[in-house]
């Protein structure tokens, strides 16, 4: 079954870090570039990070860069999003995408998605 | 960035009707335009791909159109399960950039 499961949200306080893990299965993982899209309660999408098929190449958005860091483990099928000095404005649920392109190109766009992990920062 | 405009914001229709949203980029974006169907608490869904190509498994009542900064959804006929939210995004530039959503509900 082709699949991406998010884990590892929760509540943190803000300053604090967390990190997330999306597992992949029912495709081939390592061909393909894979992003952190998240949704704010209530609000609309926006794009996190993305990270090519083997490794090499990282974008982050603005909101994000020198705070999160986006890694992958082709061996374990496993994407991960290392989130350092959280802030309220990181409230969101968080989904792993799968990039549409393969080893050739990024496409920047989405054809699989997980269902989401929420991460909530409060005190 | 890119700033992507949706329009309308939220719309009601009833089965069977023909529905139209319409999304604008703030430059041209030539055929880089996606679109993704969202329902209350679920994860978004690709229907449309570079501005008007059906991704796998999406019914043919949904089409895609445009270029450069207009471009256009279309359901030619609205079903039961379509009442949900309607993105379009680009992949023309980093970062990728979202509209802010088109809600279609039931009238």
């Known amino acids: 079954q082709v699949q991406l499961v998010e884990s590892g949200g929760g509540v943190v306080q803000p300053g604090r870090s967390l990190r997330l893990s999306c597992a992949a299965s029912?495709?081939?993982?390592?061909?393909?570039?894979m992003h952190w899209v998240r949704q704010a309660p209530g609000k609309g999408l926006e794009w996190v990070a993305v990270i090519s098929y083997d490794g090499s190449n990282k974008y982050y958005a603005d909101s994000v860069k020198g705070r999160f860091t986006i890694s992958r483990d082709n061996s374990k099928n496993t994407l991960y999003l290392q989130m350092n000095s959280l802030r309220a404005e990181d409230t969101a649920v968080y989904y792993c995408?799968?990039?549409?392109?393969?080893?050739?190109?990024?496409?920047?766009?989405?054809?699989?998605w997980g269902r989401g992990t929420l991460v909530t920062v409060s005190s | 960035d890119i700033q992507m405009t949706q329009s309308p914001s939220s719309l009601s229709a009833s089965v069977g009707d023909r529905v139209t949203i319409t999304c604008r980029a703030s430059q041209s974006i030539s055929s880089y335009l996606n679109w993704y169907q969202q329902k209350p608490g679920k994860a978004p869904k690709l229907l449309i791909y570079a501005a008007s190509s059906l991704q796998s498994g999406v019914p043919s009542r949904f089409s895609g159109s445009g270029s450069g900064t207009d471009f256009t959804l279309t359901i030619s006929s609205l079903q039961p399960e379509d009442f949900a939210t309607y993105y379009c995004q680009q992949s023309y530039s980093t970062p990728p950039t979202f509209g802010p959503g088109t809600k279609v509900d039931i009238k």
């Open positions: 995408a799968k990039d549409k392109g393969g080893v050739t190109r990024t496409y920047w766009y989405f054809d699989l």
């Open positions: 029912g495709f081939t993982f390592s061909s393909y570039g």
